[in-house]
């Protein structure tokens, strides 16, 4: 019996040991994509258009630079001011967003949920707590404006066509670097017993949102639509924006890499491990029979 449960048991990690090794590779394969990408200044993009040939740029880069409102361009090259900053331009002219809370904070993007979390907590044999939390979402809503990276040099925020890239969401849903502005929590249901079990649900909801003027990186497919720059999701990347810098990034995704190797490994030396086991238990099986 002990040599069919170490087999089943051998055959099961060994199998668990090959998916993690595929998810292994999956991250070896990203880190060292994301560190072949070239990383750019916006208002560096000018000498990486002009390098290209003109009917095929398109090229995968790493951009930082400031949030924008895409209609803040669309304003100042419309009046024919060739002016480097946003000074001078009409607020209410400005397709923006504002923080839901404060009514002040200005945003490219506003996001809503309502999340139910609960808090259990039950006594065993009178002495043994047990204690279960968790949440669920229940609905997000998002509401976003078109919005683009900027250069943002010496607290100078440039948006000449050659200093700004438009964010093309276009089709996709993409993870957002949001900010938390505010979370609410009530209580909406609890239950106790004379057993020491406790339930409660609370209501919560939170307001996220993209501010305008904060600086995050943008990593995807660099091209000109209609002499536009403009940067889309690149499908071989997990990424896509983000507040982390390259260096951060590659760090972060390489420990997680360390860690999905080291667990890879465990697994396949337990598999190995087992799998001895049953071998050497059947034949000492096979020669205690051969013995009789």
């Known amino acids: 019996?002990?040599?069919?449960?170490?087999?089943?048991?051998?055959?099961?990690?060994?199998?668990?040991?090959?998916?993690?090794?595929?998810?292994?590779?999956?991250?070896?394969?990203?880190?060292?994509?994301?560190?072949?990408?070239?990383?750019y200044h916006v208002s560096g993009l000018q000498t990486l258009i002009s390098s290209l040939p003109h009917h095929d740029i398109k090229k995968i880069v790493?951009?930082?630079?400031?949030?924008?409102?895409?209609?803040?361009?669309?304003?100042?090259?419309?009046?024919?001011?060739?002016?480097?900053?946003?000074?001078?331009?009409?607020?209410?002219?400005?397709?923006?967003?504002h923080s839901p809370?404060?009514?002040?904070?200005?945003?490219?993007v506003v996001e809503r949920s309502i999340i139910h979390g609960?808090?259990?907590?039950?006594?065993?044999?009178?002495?043994i707590n047990k204690k279960q939390e968790g949440k669920k979402v229940v609905s997000k809503a998002r509401k976003q404006v078109p919005f683009i990276i900027a250069e943002n040099t010496n607290h100078t925020i440039s948006i000449l066509s050659s200093k700004y890239v438009v964010i093309n969401l276009e089709d996709t849903d993409v993870q957002i670097p949001l900010q938390k502005v505010s979370s609410d929590k009530r209580e909406i249901f609890t239950h106790s017993d004379n057993n020491g079990f406790k339930l409660q649900v609370d209501e919560i909801t939170e307001e996220n949102i993209l501010p305008v003027g904060d600086v995050i990186s943008a990593v995807g497919i660099f091209?000109?639509?209609?002499?536009?720059p403009n940067i889309k999701p690149y499908k071989g990347l997990p990424y896509f924006l983000t507040s982390k810098s390259k260096e951060e990034l590659v760090a972060e995704l390489s420990a997680?890499?360390?860690?999905?190797?080291?667990w890879s490994e465990t697994?396949?030396?337990?598999?190995v491990g087992l799998a001895g086991f049953a071998i050497g238990a059947l034949l000492l099986r096979i020669a205690l029979r051969a013995s009789k």
């Open 1 to 39: 019996m002990s040599v069919i449960l170490s087999t089943i048991s051998s055959a099961a990690l060994a199998y668990f040991a090959s998916l993690e090794k595929a998810k292994t590779q999956q991250a070896y394969d990203t880190v060292e994509t994301l560190r072949g990408i070239p990383e």
């Open 62 to 97: 790493f951009l930082r630079g400031v949030v924008l409102p895409s209609s803040l361009v669309k304003n100042l090259t419309s009046g024919g001011d060739a002016s480097d900053t946003a000074q001078g331009v009409p607020e209410s002219s400005v397709e923006i967003l």
């Open 101 to 108: 809370k404060t009514h002040q904070q200005q945003a490219v």
């Open 118 to 127: 609960y808090y259990e907590r039950s006594n065993f044999l009178g002495f």
């Open 223 to 228: 091209s000109l639509e209609n002499g536009v």
């Open 256 to 262: 997680q890499l360390e860690n999905a190797t080291d």
């Open 267 to 271: 697994l396949s030396n337990w598999s």
